[in-house]
């Protein structure tokens, strides 16, 4: 028979070992109850791209994402010109440790990750699609920004 603390430590070990083998993307990725804001808005070759933060982490008391920061949000590639639609894919976004980029990692795909400058400029997205895509400012910059 177990004693007390060996009982302990199986029952940690269990819940360890569920949590872990738990997929990240349904751990990490905002619920369907979590309200987006747009942080970024591209326009391509009459194509638009945006993209998605929780209000949790545009209106974080620190004032938007900290330095060195990862946070989960979605990418919407508009083709809808193209009569192909608008969808919507899970991103990691990455503000730089000096805040001067937001780094947009569409992991879904293996495109490789876009870096874009926090006041805005010319960046490419997904080469089919994204070439020469010009970025307004990631709105997260500004501490005061929806405050």
């Given at each position: 028979?177990?004693?007390?603390?060996?009982?302990?430590?199986?029952?940690a070990?269990?819940?360890?070992?569920?949590?872990?083998?738990?997929?990240?993307s349904?751990?990490?990725?905002?619920?369907?109850?979590?309200?987006?804001?747009?942080?970024?808005?591209?326009?391509?070759?009459?194509?638009?791209?945006?993209?998605?933060?929780?209000?949790?982490?545009v209106?974080?008391?620190h004032?938007?994402?900290?330095?060195?920061?990862?946070?989960?949000?979605?990418?919407?590639?508009?083709?809808?010109?193209?009569?192909?639609?608008?969808?919507l894919?899970?991103?990691?976004?990455?503000?730089?440790?000096?805040?001067k980029?937001?780094?947009?990692?569409?992991?879904t795909?293996?495109?490789?990750?876009?870096?874009?400058?926090?006041g805005?400029?010319?960046?490419?997205?997904?080469?089919r699609f994204?070439?020469?895509?010009?970025c307004?400012?990631f709105?997260?910059?500004?501490p005061n920004?929806g405050k």
């Amino acid at each position: 028979m177990m004693n007390r603390a060996g009982r302990t430590v199986t029952a940690a070990c269990a819940a360890a070992t569920a949590l872990l083998s738990a997929p990240a993307s349904a751990a990490t990725l905002p619920d369907d109850r979590t309200w987006l804001i747009r942080m970024i808005a591209c326009n391509g070759n009459g194509v638009l791209m945006e993209v998605y933060l929780p209000q949790s982490v545009v209106f974080a008391p620190h004032g938007g994402m900290a330095a060195g920061t990862t946070a989960e949000g979605y990418y919407t590639l508009d083709l809808t010109e193209l009569n192909k639609g608008k969808g919507l894919e899970p991103v990691h976004v990455t503000m730089s440790a000096d805040k001067k980029f937001v780094t947009v990692d569409q992991y879904t795909r293996g495109l490789p990750p876009t870096r874009i400058p926090v006041g805005g400029g010319t960046v490419d997205f997904d080469h089919r699609f994204g070439l020469d895509a010009k970025c307004g400012p990631f709105q997260a910059q500004d501490p005061n920004y929806g405050k």
